[in-house]
């Protein structure tokens, strides 16, 4: 049976996440990348599962994993990014804030993507056009930003990690939202599901394994996003996802302050 790309995204995204959840709560091996960073043997086991899944439906594409690199046919112009578990310290610590993240790229378009949660065992996904949320059954995704919760990345390399730090201590934000750090592109579609009103992240993200499938999902469910600039998202540096227009003017406005004060610690 042939399957459309964003069911081989889904199935794909399945894979891994069965693998995280059977391993959830054991003890991990851990394979350290860097003083401060590691992998585990669940990260790579589930990335072999998506690579299974993507190697019998898709031979002839291009892949690039978290823990494998480029495989595939690696000049195909048509290219799954796969993120085998984001939030792996958080995982290796039994914390239940880890996502598996599918995509499938092409000339710089995302054509479909899946992002599976193995603990609370939901998906997002999205063909595109739709995005949902598969539990017991597929919904919609409605962004809302009614929770006032936002979501900020402080993992990024050590000199942008300053921007990320300064917004969540900085009373104009908290006066107006709730930051919330959790250390996993999880938030990302926590903002299309409508669990996050924004979700904010230094850094440079095209074609990124990490963001392409919470992206996707966010620009297909109506999220507003862009860069720190409030440009088209790839045109600058950084990534800003929002609700709604009314929230992203106000997260600009408290950002954008905090870029000339990295830009100066960077070049001490």
């Not at 039994?94 to 479909?112: E, H």
Request: contains cysteine.
């Amino acid at each position: 049976m042939t399957l459309t790309d964003v069911e081989v995204a889904i199935a794909a995204a399945q894979a891994g996440a069965d693998v995280a959840a059977r391993n959830y709560g054991g003890d991990h091996i851990r394979l350290a990348k860097s003083a401060t960073d590691f992998a585990t043997q669940t990260d790579v086991d589930a990335e072999a599962a998506i690579i299974a899944v993507l190697t019998r439906h898709r031979p002839a594409d291009a892949r690039t994993g978290e823990e494998s690199g480029s495989g595939g046919e690696v000049h195909a112009s048509r290219r799954w990014l796969i993120d085998p578990l984001c939030g792996t310290a958080n995982f290796a610590a039994d914390t239940p804030l880890v996502v598996v993240n599918v995509a499938i790229s092409a000339n710089g378009v995302t054509l479909a993507a899946a992002a599976a949660d193995p603990v609370a065992r939901e998906i997002f996904w999205t063909d595109r056009e739709n995005a949902y949320r598969r539990s017991d059954e597929d919904r919609p995704l409605s962004p809302t930003a009614q929770s006032r919760l936002v979501e900020v990345n402080c993992d990024d390399r050590l000199d942008l990690a300053l921007i990320g730090g300064r917004l969540v201590g900085d009373p104009r934000l908290r006066g107006a939202f709730q930051p919330r750090v959790i250390s996993s592109t999880l938030g990302v579609a926590w903002v299309a599901a409508g669990r996050r009103a924004a979700y904010v992240s230094d850094g440079e993200f095209r074609e990124d394994l990490h963001f392409a499938a919470g992206i996707a999902l966010c620009e297909a469910a109506g999220c507003v996003m862009s860069d720190f600039a409030g440009n088209p998202l790839h045109t600058g540096r950084g990534l800003l996802i929002s609700a709604d227009e009314q929230t992203h003017d106000r997260m600009l406005a408290l950002v954008q302050p905090h870029l000339g004060s990295a830009r100066s610690r960077r070049n001490w």
